[in-house]
């Protein structure tokens, strides 16, 4: 197996401005391709921590993959410190000089500057691999038999120069096993209920099959994982492994794919060749971001009202201003009303409707914060459920989203 190491070169990442996308997007696609990722570490813009870094992911790691600091300001160091650490001299990329003028002259129809130009400076001892979307050049180091690839830390970026160049370039040096996985959802059981359940199983698997609780917002996902050399035989044994798994835990079983809730719904809708849509007060138009951010989601999804106050509860779906005043947005009624307005002025086959108390404030005595109603139905019938969760203010509003939409997916089941 193929040890690698990631780091993360940035401020903004030890500070928590910006969430480092790139290590977990990274290990996914060197996964596929039978690269075992053994360590990810972040450190910041500075030359002491970064050096430190690269000695000591060399002891654990034959391939190091670095992100960030390549840019064109004072803070971006990467690139003259690996320079220095490989023993190299800055030289002018002709091919990198080439693309930094084509972008600022011919797309960004700006005025290019010295500044600009030394992003197409490279230490000699590396092999470039150059930016097809962007300026800054990736850089491919080697030493004692070690490989070393600095990317930009834009996300976007570094995709590309993986998908194009590093991972192809790495199947060519190494002869990489399989890696092969399978993983199955489900919901309304914890993790604990569910190694209860399974306890005998996960005792009687080979040693060669590993077994993942993956758990996520009211989500448990179950993922078998073995590796080797014939994906023949790893695909027969996973297979009859994970189809045990799937009658084991078929009470709560969501999908037997990894993928999303809105996924899994998207996918029953097409299906069914019908389409939904949501009427959210807590949510704020969480469902429908999640629900849009499937491609093709315009085949089932026709579109959201947000009504956050009374009056665009009554105006835009039609609540009754007595039920509004009598029970509280946040109740049985109001959601049912908002349902059947969705319905009613969107035209879906199916509706989701959400109102609650999200916290911080605003929670009362008989509806404290977490207090949350969904309705889901149609023009035929309408189901409620009363949920109440616990955690700050946005996990809360992820908690609806979910259990709303398996509320969605239950019902197009069972009806």
Known sequence: MINTSIITIGDELLIGQVIDTNSAWMAQQLNKAG???NRRIAVGDTADDILKALDEETLHADIVLITGGLGPTADDITKPLLCKYFNGKMIVNEAALANVKYLFEKVFKREITERNIKQAEVPDVCTVIQN???????????????????????????????EDDVIPELRRRFDLPFIEHRTLMTFGIGESAIADMIQEYEESLPENIKLAYLPNYGMVRLRLTVSGSDKATLDKILDEKFSTLQQLVSANIVTNLDEKMEGVLGKLLVQKNKTMCTAESCTGGYIAHLITSIPGSSAFYDGSVVTYSYKAKEDLLQVNHETLVEKGAVSEDVVREMAKG?????????????????????????????????AVGNKEKIVTQRLHFRFER??????????????????ILDN
């Open 35 to 37: 690269i075992k990722v």
């Open 132 to 162: 097809k979307r962007g300026s800054a050049p990736g850089m491919w180091f080697e030493k004692a038999g070690k490989i070393f690839v600095s990317m930009p830390g834009v996300p976007h970026e570094m995709k590309g120069m993986m």
């Open 342 to 374: 969705a319905l009613q002025h969107i035209g879906s086959d199916y509706a989701i409707a959400v109102s609650g108390i999200m916290g911080p404030g605003g929670g009362m005595p008989d509806k404290p914060v977490g207090t949350v109603w969904i």
């Open 394 to 411: 946005q996990l809360n509003i992820q908690l609806t989203a979910v259990n709303a939409l398996n509320m969605l997916r239950k019902f």
